[in-house]
């Protein structure tokens, strides 16, 4: 399990047998059981972004996924996904029933940095569920002191995470082990720092390696897709370090699963691949 001692400093390696899984479901579950997870994002220009992340939260497992974005996006939301309540939002002050109504909030993907994105971000903060940040949330969280509730998840791929720390991208390249771990501490969440060789830190210090993935990876949307697999796993129950160690993981092995056809791997590919992967580690009945 990732609480496995770690011998010093040395981060653990996540694999099959170092990763928690879910529990099996009964045979009485319901969606009510699986959680609510809400993806706030995807400003003119970026929508696709969150129906990335909220397809990938309904391909692993969350029992009810909505979105908020705006309100352009609503049609071309239903019609890719009908199983997802798509919620157009022209201010903050819409967001307040859905808000209410989720148990997971994912913020960031396409979000953007100008007002509405903003406002949107500031209404997410003030709520107190487990919370995934990526993307704009992060890019506006290095010049906005926003705090983050307890049990929540950051994703910064070094970019991100260099305009947090206000150092170059190279800087966290040449120790991300500090940097991630720095994060975890100042946010006092859980910080997955992406890219080849994703770590995942905790405030207390913990380490975590994932040493899978594959160079198909690097296109557009992957780090959104990662957004949903861990709201999902959160919706399910699992605290931020459980879940971003198995999402983590499940996330870079489905990578490596698509990866050997070659480039062109689209990020949309990886949701029905993850839920696979999923299945073989923790099935779904017992
Ligand atoms: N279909 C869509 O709607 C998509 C929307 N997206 C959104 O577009 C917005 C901009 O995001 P971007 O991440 O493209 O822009 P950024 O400018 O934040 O990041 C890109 C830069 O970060 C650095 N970087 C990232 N990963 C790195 C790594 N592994 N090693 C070294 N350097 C690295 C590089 O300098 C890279 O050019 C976000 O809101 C995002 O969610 C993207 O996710 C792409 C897909
Ligand atoms: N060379 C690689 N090896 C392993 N994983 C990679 C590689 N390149 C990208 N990834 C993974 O793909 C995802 C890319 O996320 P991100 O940079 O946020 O992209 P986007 O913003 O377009 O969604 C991250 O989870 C990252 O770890």
Sequence with gaps: MPQTKQPGNAPLRLDRETVAGLPARS?????????HVLVVGGDLGTGGAVLLSAEAALRCGAGLVSVATRPEHVAAGLARLPEVMCLGVSSANQLVSVLERASVLVVGPGLGQAAWGRSLLSAVANADQPQV????????????????????????????????LGISTEAVQADRPGAARKLARRYASVCVLKGAGSLVADPSGRLALCERGHPAMAGAGLGDVLTGVLGALLAQGQDAWRAACLGVWLHACAGERLGVEGRGLAASDLAPVIRELLEEHSACQA
């Design 27 to 35: 045979a009485q579950a319901h969606k009510g059981d699986f959680g």
């Design 133 to 164: 940040w990526d993307a704009d949330a992060l890019n506006l969280l290095a010049r906005t002191p926003l705090a983050l509730p307890s049990g929540s998840i950051l994703t910064p791929h070094p970019g991100e995470a260099a305009r947090l």
